[in-house]
Structure formats: C-alpha cells, structure tokens
C-alpha cells in the first residue's frame, strides 16, 4: 500500500510547472514502483510494463499544465497508466495475446519468486477481462479506495464494486474453486 | 442459504474498509450470526491474501532515469514547437520581420548562420526521422512508440544534447524568422536529404559544417533545385566521400553553388550523377577543378544536357580521376571550350569521352598549346 502527501505531490507539480524537471522526479521516484506494479498485473510482461509506464509518466509530464489540482496527483497518473494499459491490450493482437503460462515465464520478478502459486494466480488476473482485471489490480496493487479506482478508469464507484464483486467471483472460482 | 447481494457488497465492502461505521457494524454482526456469511468472508480474505502474496514488482534500476531522459526530450520538443509557433505568429506580422530580416542579425548574420544552418539540419533530422539513433535510447522513446507506430507524439521524437541546446539559443529563434530557411525546412527533398545516413555523417564533419556557414550554400540551400540535388542518391552518395565534402567547404564551389545555373545544373540527374562519382568528388578536392567550377564558362557548359550527361557518363568520371586532365579542365581556355555548344555535344558522344579518359589524351590536354587549340577550335 502507499500513502503518498498530497501536499508533497502538489508541490513538486507546481515546482514542475515552474521548469524544475528535478521536481518531477521527485514525483517518478515516488511512483514508478507502484505504477510498474499495476502495469505489469494489468500487462503481464515487464517489457510491456515498463513501456506503459514510462508512457504514463511522460504523458503526465505532457499533460502536468491541464491537470486539476483539486484532484490528487496519484489518481489522475493512475488514470493516464490505465488509459495506457488498456491501449495496449486493445492492441495485441488475439494471436500475440499472452498466455498464461508465457505471462509467468516471461515475468523476472515471477521467476524470482517461482513460486507454482503466485504464478497461477498471475495466470488467474490476465483471465480475467481488462475492465475486471484493472479494477483488482487498482484495489489490490495500487491500494486506492472505490472512489480512486472510479477516477482512474472514469466510471462511477457503484461500478467500480460491481465489478470488484464479479472479477473477485471469477478468480475466485478459477484459484480456489468458488462455485460458479 | 445464500446471500444477497447486498449482503455480499457489505462483505465485500468490510474486507476493502470501505464501510462507514453503521454499515462495518452491520457487516461484523452478519459474519457472526450467519454461517454462509462467514464463509464468504472467509473466501474474500483468502483470496485477498492470495493477491497481496504477489506483492510489488521491481521496475528496472535505472528507470526513473530513463524516464527524466524521456522528459527531457519532451522538454526541448515542446521548446521547439513553442519557438516555431512564436516564429510563426511573428512571420505573419511582416513589417516585424522586415525589420528582423534587415536588421536584427547583424554582424553576427554570418556566424548565426554557421550555427544555425548546421544545427537547423540536425533539427529537421531529428523532428522527421529521429534523430541520432541512440541504441540506449530506444528503450527510452521507442518503447512509447511500440504501439502507436502511426503517428508521431512529441514524446518519440529524439533530441541530442548539442540538439537541445541550440533549440533553446536565440539562434535558433533568429534561424525561425528567415524565410529562406523556412523554405529550405519546408521543402520534402531538402527533408529526404536529412534522412539519409550519409548526410547525417557529412554533418559531423568540419569541413562540410564551415561550407554550411557559407553564405553562398545558404543562399544554394534556398533552391529548389539544389534541395532536389541534394535529395538525389548520387549526390548523399557523395556526401559520404570526404574530398567531396571537402571541396564542399571551398569558397569557389560555394561560389559556384551561389549561381543559378549552377543550381539549376545540380538538379539534373546525370549532374547529380556526376556528382556521385568518387572520380568526381576526387577531381572537386582539386583546387583548379574548383576554381574552374565557379567560372561562368563551365557554368554554360552546365546548362548544356549533352554536358550534363557526359559530366555523368563512366568515361568521364575515369578522366576526371586523372590529376592532368582535372588540371586542364580547369584551365581557362578549356572552360571556355566547354562553354561551346559543339564541345559539349561532342562530350556527349561515348567515344569522345571514352578519348578523354585515356591517359594519353589527358596528359596532352595538360599541355597549355593544347588546351589553348581545343578552347581556339570552339
């Protein structure tokens, strides 16, 4: 979980938008782990986490002068990874789509854990649709609130725990045998 | 006994600590008092703790730097396009331009330009074809580039150090205002040019850079013709000789590029050829075939096609490879030869040239009596 200032966030934004681009890495060294760790649920290889990360934080950096600071600054980067991730996986092909079994291999961090259970759980979460996927991956990687999880993916909270519950029913049944 | 689905929300919602206070009460009191509820809170916490088993994932060491590398680039692009946007708004304001044209370069005009002009290229290489191809930056840029490969955001565009500060110099803004350069920026053969692997390696060459802050290449860069020369395979071949961009950097060829004709002459393909020819390239870094270049006899014969199309033939490019006949060639009495209808049309015929090419007839065009009769006989 992570509890960012958004006193601080708010700051380094406006000594960014002022020209300190040392600023705004402040902001990346404070984000970077846990973005990648969203992307990499959502994407299920490290290249192509680390490729929509490093999209998300150059966007922002893009866009830093439209952002709304009545809102916080980890929601709306939330919201451009995940506009990102989900570019990629409209983009893959059917054919190039991972499997599973590829997800697992591919992944250093999972080898590293090599663990038989993580990696059907990781197989589990690219099951699961995008929409259902990315709203795991927010609660559960990304720590943030329904409301959070509702302005990263732009739907409503009431969304956001209806498809909490289905994508929840769904890896529960295929990792631990949740009837249908 | 099944739940409802408001009490599998209100469950859902006491796992995520979601619930105001009234509804976590009423949620603790139902997993107490109800066996099914307390065995699908049970499940919703065990898959809870499946999924925080999986834990962070370690994004690479060096990523943040990747990133503000990434930035960076952004930065100066943005800097680009505010200067271009800044310059373009100034350009349509005509009497501000005037006035800058006239007066606000200066005394400096000529080395703004020598910086400029050599800068402005790196520019347009990397605003078109990304430029330098830094292997360590592709993971950088190219990685935001993999799934967007039809269009351009300014954050795939590739910018150098030396890049990114001449974008933010007053050059920069000065080169923005000429409309020379404008043009020449704007021209798609000027453009195909800059793409080409040769030119970028002409760029780093000194001599070629001191004949870009020529004002006479200035002036040939504003052509058309000479930017559709400078877009022909013969002449990036060209680019790639070091005597050729060698005698690119001579005050004669920039002289000779100063002129129309000349200009005009370079558009052609067989001349475009000619130039291609490391014979050629050999004969320019001859300061007496550079000097004959920039006079107005072998600017006649240029415009000549019979000429044109000799100058390209294999023939030719084997006399010119000959020091003697270079020599000549650049001797008065033989350019003005050249200039002669009749001396260009017999250059174009396959055995006259194939007579030029051999040594004999080379040497004996060294000979100033026979120089002298060839340039009397026309």
Redesign the interface.
């Known amino acids: 979980m992570y509890f960012p200032s958004e006193q601080d966030d708010a700051a380094l934004v406006q000594q960014t938008l002022g020209g300190d681009?040392a600023a705004?890495?402040g902001l990346?060294?404070r984000y970077?782990?846990?973005l990648?760790?969203v992307a990499?649920?959502m994407l299920g290889n490290?290249?192509d986490?680390?490729?929509a990360?490093?999209?998300a934080?150059?966007?922002a950096?893009?866009r830093l002068g439209t952002f709304d600071e009545q809102y916080k600054f980890f929601s709306w980067i939330y919201r451009i990874l995940m506009n990102e991730c989900l570019?990629?996986l409209r983009?893959r092909h059917p054919e190039d789509e991972l499997s599973p079994a590829l997800a697992i291999a591919g992944?250093q961090?999972e080898a590293a854990?090599s663990s038989e259970?993580?990696a059907q759980?990781?197989a589990a979460l690219l099951q699961l649709t995008p929409d259902h996927r990315a709203v795991?991956v927010l609660?559960?990687?990304g720590g943030l609130?329904?409301d959070e999880v509702g302005d990263a993916l732009g739907v409503p909270s009431k969304t956001v725990?209806s498809r909490?519950?289905s994508a929840?029913q769904r890896?529960?049944e295929l990792?631990?045998g949740?009837r249908a | 006994m099944r739940l409802s689905p408001e009490d599998?929300?209100l469950l859902?919602?006491l796992l995520?600590g979601?619930l105001e206070p009234a509804d976590r009460e009423a949620a603790e009191r139902l997993v107490q008092s109800n066996g099914d509820a307390r065995r699908r809170s049970a499940?919703?916490v065990?898959?809870?703790r499946?999924?925080?088993?999986?834990g962070?994932?370690?994004?690479?060491a060096d990523?943040?730097m990747?990133?503000?590398h990434?930035?960076?680039e952004?930065?100066a692009h943005?800097k680009i396009n505010r200067t271009l946007e800044a310059s373009a708004r100034r350009f349509s304001l005509g009497e501000r331009l005037s006035q800058l044209m006239d007066g606000g370069f200066g005394m400096g005009k000529k080395l703004m330009w020598g910086l400029a002009a050599t800068a402005a290229l790196a520019l347009v290489v990397m605003k078109f074809v990304g430029y330098p191809p830094i292997d360590g930056a592709q993971?950088?840029i190219g990685?935001?580039k993999?799934?967007q490969a039809d269009q351009i955001a300014?954050?795939d565009v590739k910018v150098d150090d030396s890049a990114q500060a001449f974008v933010q110099s007053d050059v920069f803004d000065q080169l923005m205002k000429d409309p020379d350069a404008r043009q020449m920026l704007a021209s798609p053969s000027f453009r195909g040019a800059l793409a080409s692997p040769e030119f970028r390696g002409a760029l780093a060459n000194a001599d070629f850079k001191a004949a870009l802050a020529s004002p006479d290449f200035k002036a040939a860069l504003a052509s058309p013709d000479f930017a559709k020369a400078l877009g022909s395979p013969e002449f990036r071949g060209a680019l790639a000789n070091a005597d050729f961009k060698a005698a690119l950097a001579s005050p004669d060829f920039a002289k000779a590029m100063a002129r129309a004709d000349f200009k005009a002459a370079l558009a052609s393909p067989d001349f475009a050829k000619a130039l291609g020819s490391p014979s050629f390239s050999k004969a320019l870094a001859n300061a007496d075939f550079a000097k004959a270049l920039a006079a107005p006899g072998f600017a006649m014969a240029l415009a000549s096609a019979d000429f044109a199309k000799a100058l390209g033939s294999p023939d030719f490019a084997k006399a010119l490879a000959n020091a003697d006949f270079a020599k000549a060639l650049a001797s008065a009495d033989f350019v003005k030869a050249l200039a002669a209808p009749g001396f260009a049309k017999a250059l174009s015929n396959p055995g006259f040239a194939k007579a030029l090419g051999a040594p004999g007839f080379a040497k004996a065009l060294a000979s100033p009596q026979m120089v002298a009769a060839v340039g009397l006989r026309q």
């Open positions: 681009q705004f890495e990346v060294q970077q782990k846990v990648y760790t990499f649920r490290p290249d986490a680390k490729d990360t490093q999209t934080f150059v966007r950096y893009e570019n990629v983009g992944g961090y854990m259970r993580r759980i990781q795991i609660r559960h990687f609130s329904y725990k909490l519950h929840r890896l529960g990792l631990l949740w | 599998d929300s859902q919602g995520d979601a499940e919703l065990e898959l809870s499946l999924l925080d088993g999986l962070g994932a370690e994004p690479p990523f943040s990747q990133v503000m990434a930035v960076g952004v930065h943005a993971g950088t990685a935001a993999r799934y300014p954050s």
